[in-house]
């Protein structure tokens, strides 16, 4: 009798350190905050169209800031921005169709300009939106603004690159309604530029 108890604790004694190697060697947060919006963005938030913009909503804690101790670091506002998109694929119909078609959405390239710093406690409001397309890419604005001054904070571009469908097509069976292409803003066409001329020098450097 003993002996099958000793068994069953040192049984439970290697579950739970397996359970807690794996919580520290991943960003358990992370897998959180996804199930959270995920949930949040499928059954309580209103659907949008894809061309229209999403928000969700942030708070500045201690887990997000820098080593000045009172602002979010460089790194957190591109996971927060992954959250961001989450919520408008749900709420956009883009993640069920891309999930139906068995395609795929990764990201290609980003970048952000960082113009006021978000700081310890503040909240904010990330709003992100679709704003142009190719024929293989989709390009998102998001956008984080402090909720108590309406101030820009930060601003980003993000390329999505669809894979297994035409972005056409992705649109079409989003929505029956008819999309047109948004005109690029210029600054986005200079981006779009800049990463043609690094993937040239790339492939020539190779």
């Known amino acids: 009798m003993q ?3 000793y068994m ?9 350190t397996v359970a807690i190697g794996i919580l520290v060697s991943i960003e358990f947060g992370y897998f959180v905050k996804v199930i959270i919006h995920g949930i949040s963005a499928k059954l309580f938030l209103s659907k949008v169209h894809p061309l229209k913009s999403s928000n969700i909503y942030g708070l500045c804690t201690t887990r997000d800031i820098d080593f000045m101790l009172n602002h979010i670091n460089n790194g ?3 996971r927060a921005m992954d959250f961001g998109r989450l919520d408008h694929c749900i709420r956009s119909g883009i993640f069920k169709t891309v999930y139906e078609t068995k395609s795929k959405l990764l990201v290609a390239a980003s970048t952000i300009r960082y113009r006021k ?12 939106q679709i704003v142009y397309w190719d024929e293989k890419n989709v390009y998102y604005r998001q956008d984080f603004v402090t909720l108590h001054d309406n101030f820009l904070r930060a601003t980003a571009y993000v390329k999505l690159a669809v894979l297994g ?3 056409e ?3 079409s069976l989003v929505t029956s309604e008819s999309v047109t292409l948004p005109e690029a803003p210029n600054d986005l066409i200079s981006w779009i530029n ?9 492939k020539k450097d190779i």
């Open 169 to 171: 097509e992705l649109f």
């Open 8 to 16: 069953q604790i040192k049984t439970m004694v290697e579950l739970t």
């Open 194 to 202: 800049y990463n043609k001329l690094n993937s040239e020098s790339i």
């Open 3 to 5: 002996g099958v108890v």
């Open 165 to 167: 469908l035409q972005t």
């Open 117 to 128: 710093p978000v700081y310890l406690f503040v909240p904010y409001r990330l709003q992100s």
């Open 76 to 78: 957190r506002y591109l």
